[in-house]
């Protein structure tokens, strides 16, 4: 298999993660969607990161879609969503609000890099949706004493959340007031300690 994209995205970043975490080989080309768009377009029409070239050739251009391709070829104990209800439609809900919080900051970005004049509606609006979902987050993460969000072992709504932070205070410094959240500080934290966070990682890279 092939991933496209950057590490500094969230979202590629949970990929490649995930197929490290489930032992499947890959290949990784870390193509920019600004500075790669004609190499990217080649696989995904819409020139968006993640994309999976997989080895019959076929290609999947959607997180959730690629991440419930990975699941399927694991078997159903390694998989990282809790598979019993009611702890599996919560943990798509914890991992909604991450990736959530995640396109609000690249909304936000963009906002400020490619409008001369940039609106204060928006930018209010954007930071107004990531820290609500920051509050919901911590508030629950407060709730459990597991040493993640659903247990004894990693999650796929673990990964999102520390990804998605990750993005959010490298690309906005100074935005998220990170000591307001002091149960998903110290989640990320330990997170981002783990060896294969530390390896899959980039320093965010604005797009020229």
Known sequence: MILI??????FVRRIAIALRLYNLPFEH??????????RIQQYNPLIRVPTLVLDDGDVLIESNLI????D??????????????PERHWALHVTALATGVADKAVSLFY????????????????????LTALDKLDADRTSRD???WFGET??????????ALRHATDAHPGLIPMD???????????????????EISQPFVAPA
């Open 146 to 148: 597991t040493p993640y």
């Open 5 to 10: 994209g950057q590490y500094d995205s969230s």
């Open 111 to 130: 906002e400020k890099v490619l409008h001369a004049e940039v609106s204060q509606f928006w930018t209010d609006r954007c930071r107004s949706q990531i």
């Open 29 to 38: 080309r870390p193509w920019s969607i600004t500075g790669d768009a004609d």
């Open 154 to 163: 990693i999650g796929h709504c673990d990964i999102a959340v520390a990804c």
């Open 72 to 85: 399927s070829l694991v078997p159903a104990a390694r998989r990282l969503y809790p598979q019993a209800e």
């Open 180 to 198: 307001d959240f002091p149960a998903l500080q110290a989640h990320c934290a330990r997170l981002e300690a783990m060896q294969v966070f530390q």
């Open 67 to 70: 991440l419930d391709y990975l």
